[in-house]
């Protein structure tokens, strides 16, 4: 898989470069601005982008506009923004196009190799990953105790918080130790605490459930 | 607890929310208008003779008692009898202490009525400075609590000339407004009225014929239209120099408004400097007792897994792992001290974003109305960001309220923002440091907040910062 990065910080870009190779990708260009990225995207052969959100010149959202100017031009292109912060607002531009195949990550995550490789794995293949945080925050808008969430129980939040990360109901079962035909209970049954049309692709789920989560 | 001072100087300018000076009374509405502002002026002035009249009653009295005693003590007369006029006097001093307060802020108030009504009546604007209210009761002693209402009160020049305007109303301003109004009163109650009644057959003799040379219903209907119509050309002019009379009496003089400006900048300056100072000695302690004890601690671990490495490979491994957990830590805490400093959507997005990007993360729905067409001076954007974030919080703490909303622009040279809750109302600063805490942060660039907060809501906040954007 052919991966194009855009991240100013040279420790992190070599960090990343070592990571993903690490784990079988191709880096295809390392640019360390928007415009440069935006170059090597024209170019085509990159399967996934991986994009810090603050660049050069500006040092203001440059690699966020960026990457959405990517997504404009090669709508659906697979883009996993990287940030040292995370905002709802950055990432409802993000999804506004409602494409999926876009990544919204702290760059914490990476030093989790596996668990980051996985989220551009998934990102590229046209998934959704969003990160935690940004999912808690969203969840907690939607907290109140009679609105839809609110009534969840606590273990269908943790599946709710987990599938709108933009994991499948595999990895869920994994990572809460369950089966996975007990996940897909839970998943249906959030569904329609959430008055929402239940689907059998994953991708089209997350991007059900943060559609509305985002109201 | 109130943990901060409230500001100094409260500058109140009428023109700012309302039209421009000028061509309000024009054409026969405007001057009939006129007409009735000027017996709404004069409504005021009765009301502060009034006012006059009842504060001054005490000291009348004692006054009179305290002669009586006098001229008692020089007639050689025993004590006794005098027992009661003394006690009159102190009773008499008691009440006007009492009262005292009380009417004086009344007086103030009518002044301020007096200043507003003339920029929405007359477009004549009068500025205000005024040194603002001492916070609440006096913890201690209620004693102690009225000398600083009274000093306060006593030292602020507002309440001065407020005394002034009283005394100044009640002669010049009287025969001013009294020009019009009685021109159009006499010619219509003298003149025109017995003028109709003087036709024959019209209700003959149910007003009694006034005995004035050329006593013909013509005439008397001439002299009385022609007064109506003098006082009615007389209304705007009249009430335009009553306006001017205000100002001269009300407005702060140069020298006293450059004073109370130079306290002010002084206060902000120092106040501002300390909160700098503490702000650093804030970040310093979080550096310390945080992110760098944690990269202590990561060395630590990092040291030992390798001299495990070769002994014990597992236990070396777990290590590494809890390393790398505390830099994750770490970065979270990084994270949440930069958040505190200075916002990065603030820095990446301006004001406008940032503010939606707060709207956002609020546990309730807030809805995000208006634009900037420019960036405010970047100190301004961040006391801006913060003092919402901080009314934001309040709304989610303290409010109880189903939806929030925030507006925000820039109009007559001033950022204006306005959050609103519908919630329980009762925002009073003095009861937290947030809200004065915004206060004093506005100050220091001559911004204020206005909160407007009565018991059971809704509670509206609008913060003003005069800046120009880039
Ligand atoms: N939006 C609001 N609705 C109702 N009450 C409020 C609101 N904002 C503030 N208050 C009240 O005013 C007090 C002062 O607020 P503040 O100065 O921000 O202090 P703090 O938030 O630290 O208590 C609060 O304690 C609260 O009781
Ligand atoms: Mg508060």
Not at chain 1, 176 to 189: D, G, I, N, Q
Not at chain 2, 381 to 404: G, I, M, P
Not at chain 2, 422 to 449: M, W
């Amino acid at each position: 898989m052919r991966v194009v990065i855009a991240e100013d910080l040279f420790l992190l870009r070599e960090g990343l470069i070592r990571l993903l190779e690490a784990y079988g990708f191709e880096v295809a260009a390392a640019t360390d601005n928007g415009a440069d990225f935006l170059a090597a995207v024209r170019k085509g052969g990159c399967d996934v982008a991986v994009v810090d959100v603050r660049l050069p010149p500006t040092f203001t959202d440059e690699g966020l506009r960026a990457a959405l100017t990517a997504r404009a031009e090669f709508p659906g292109l697979p883009v996993l923004v990287v940030s040292q912060y995370v905002e709802q607002l950055y990432a409802r531009e993000l999804l506004a196009d409602g494409a999926g195949a876009v990544g919204y990550l702290l760059k914490d995550r990476v030093l989790d190799g596996a668990q980051f490789t996985d989220a551009v794995t998934r990102v590229a293949r046209g998934g959704t990953a969003m990160d935690p945080e940004v999912i808690a925050r969203l969840l907690a808008r939607n907290a109140a105790p009679e609105g839809p969430v609110g009534r969840l129980s606590p273990r269908e939040r943790e599946v709710l918080e987990l599938m709108a990360e933009g994991r499948s109901n595999a990895a869920i079962a994994a990572r809460l130790v369950v089966t996975e035909r007990a996940v897909a209970k839970h998943t249906a049954s959030i569904f329609t605490k959430l008055g929402l049309q239940p689907s059998d692709d994953d991708n089209r789920r997350v991007l059900a459930v943060l559609a509305h989560l985002g109201r | 607890m109130s943990g901060y001072p409230a500001p100094d100087v409260i500058w109140y300018s009428p023109e700012e929310r309302l039209p421009p000076p000028g061509g309000r009374h024009r054409g026969v509405g405007g001057h009939l208008r006129a007409l009735v502002h000027a017996a709404g002026f004069l409504g005021l002035l009765l009301a502060g003779v009034v006012l006059l009249a009842l504060t001054a009653g005490p000291v009348v009295v004692g006054g009179i008692l305290l002669l009586h005693l006098f001229v008692h003590m020089h007639g050689q007369l025993p004590w006794p009898q005098d027992r009661a006029d003394v006690l009159g006097v102190l009773a008499s001093l008691a009440c006007y202490g009492a009262v005292l307060p009380a009417a004086l802020l009344a007086v103030r108030r009518l002044a301020l009525r007096t200043s507003r009504l003339s920029a929405r009546w007359c477009g004549v604007t009068i500025h205000q400075a005024y040194v603002p209210r001492p916070a609440g009761r006096h913890p201690d002693s209620s004693w102690l609590g009225y000398r600083k209402r009274l000093n306060w009160l006593l030292g602020d020049p507002a309440t001065w000339r407020a005394l002034a305007w009283l005394a100044v109303n009640a002669v010049a301003g009287l025969m001013l407004l009294l020009v019009p109004l009685l021109s159009v009163g006499a010619g219509i109650v003298a003149f025109i009225i017995p003028g109709i009644n003087a036709f024959p057959g019209f209700a003959e003799g149910a007003v009694p014929r006034p005995a004035f040379p050329g006593n013909t219903s013509p005439v008397l209907l001439l002299i009385g239209v022609g007064m109506v119509a003098a006082g009615t050309m007389l209304a705007p002019l009249t009430l335009r120099g009553y306006a001017g009379l205000a100002r001269w009496v009300l407005a702060p003089s140069a020298q006293a408004e450059l004073q109370l400006r130079v306290a002010h900048l002084a206060r902000t300056r120092s106040e501002t400097l300390d909160t700098g100072a503490a702000e650093l000695r804030r970040i310093e302690r979080d550096l310390h007792d945080g992110a760098q004890a944690r990269l202590v601690a990561m060395g630590l671990t990092l040291d030992a897994a390798g001299r495990l490495i070769d002994a014990d490979p597992a236990a070396a491994r777990a290590l590494l792992y809890e390393a790398r957990d505390a830099s994750a830590k770490a970065l979270t805490e990084l994270r949440d001290l930069v958040r505190g400093i200075h916002p990065p959507v603030l820095a990446d997005r301006g004001l406008a974003d940032a503010v939606r990007a707060l709207a956002l993360d609020s546990p309730l729905p807030v809805q995000v109305t208006g634009t900037l067409p420019g960036r405010p001076p970047a100190p301004v954007e961040s006391a801006a960001y913060f003092a919402v974030s901080e009314l934001l919080a309040n709304v989610a703490k303290h409010a109880r309220a189903e939806t929030a909303a925030v507006d925000l622009r820039h109009e007559l040279g001033a950022l204006r923002i306005m959050v609103r809750d519908d919630g329980c109302g009762g925002a009073d600063p003095g009861r937290g440091s947030g809200l004065r805490g915004i206060e004093r942060r506005l100050a220091a660039f001559d911004g204020v907040l206005v909160v407007s907060s009565p018991p059971g809501g809704p509670t509206e906040a609008v913060l003003e910062v005069p800046c120009a954007l880039s």
